[in-house]
């Protein structure tokens, strides 16, 4: 009884150090493979490790400002209306501006009246050239006042430089601005634009004209889209390169400011 359980004891530290032997001899090859797979992944860009997000921009935008300082007369159209190219924005109380200008006129009449009779004086001899000369220098001084007048009277309303909607209204009807004061924010969304950064490796393949999904969080669809401009630079930093895009079709549940994730498949 006293071998066998001394053969047992023996078996048992042969067991052991066995199994000691295999865990050692296989935790190196799981340290070894842990940093090979971490640098193969840190190889690729950052860029391409997480989602391309986008966002809806119109085509064109600005802001239309006061170039006189005036009372604000009318605003025709409320935030969110659509309006067409040359279509009246603003218009101003300019009163005053017609009163100059119609100053301007009577002082050309009578400067011109002036002219014609040193005209006829020098025909006779009787007036000096002097006083014909100055007689015309101011016909030419009241006929630049009347130009510069009726710049100013062209400046009285603020006409719609392109079609589109009105996205934001900065002021009100008979509020007094100042020349340069902001007063409406425009936009022209007849096709709305999208703007992110790809990976730079995409050059090889990635053309103008080339189509591609997005998905509006906003509408949880998705929309065909293709890319109508690729930019000039690369970042070497992220190793991506700024592009643009375009919705594909008029789609009127979509509007600028939404944004959403983009959905390109590589050749």
């Given amino acids: 009884m006293k071998r066998l359980s001394t053969s047992f004891a023996t078996m048992l530290v042969l067991c052991t150090c066995h199994s000691l032997a295999q865990a050692e001899n296989a935790a190196p090859l799981r340290v070894a493979t842990a940093p ?35 009372k604000i007369n009318r ?12 279509q009246l924005l603003v218009s101003f109380d300019c009163s005053l501006q017609h009163a100059q200008l119609q ?22 001899n009787s007036v000096g050239q002097l006083d014909l000369d100055l007689s015309r220098s101011a016909v030419n001084k009241a006929r630049a006042e ?13 006409a719609a430089p392109f079609a589109g909607r009105v996205a934001e209204q900065k002021v009100r009807e008979q509020q007094f601005v100042q020349a340069g004061q902001p ?16 990976p730079s490796r995409w050059l090889g393949w990635l053309r103008v004209g080339s189509a591609f999904q997005v998905q509006i969080d906003e509408t949880g ?8 401009r690729i930019g000039a630079r690369v970042d070497p930093v992220s190793q991506s ?7 594909d079709g008029r789609f009127l549940d979509l509007m600028a400011g939404m944004s959403g994730r983009v959905q390109v498949r590589q050749p």
Avoid: H, W
Avoid at 37 to 66: C, F, G, K, S, W
């Fill in 75 to 86: 605003i025709p159209l409320a935030e969110g209306s659509a309006f067409k190219a040359g």
């Fill in 146 to 158: 009347i130009g510069a007048n009726q710049a100013v009277m062209a400046k009285c309303s603020v």
């Fill in 103 to 124: 100053k301007a006129q009577a002082e050309l009449d009578g400067a011109a009246q002036t002219l014609k009779s040193n005209q006829r004086l020098a025909e006779l």
């Fill in 221 to 228: 669809k998705t929309y065909p889209a293709k890319f109508i």
């Fill in 241 to 247: 390169v700024k592009v643009a895009a375009a919705i």
């Fill in 36 to 70: 090979a797979a971490y640098a193969l992944a840190a190889t690729a860009p950052a860029i391409e490790r997480q989602e391309i997000r986008a966002q809806l921009m119109p085509r064109r935008y600005t802001t239309v400002a006061a170039e006189i300082g005036a």
């Fill in 183 to 198: 007063l409406l924010d425009i936009i022209d969304d007849s096709v709305l634009e999208l703007e992110f950064l790809v």
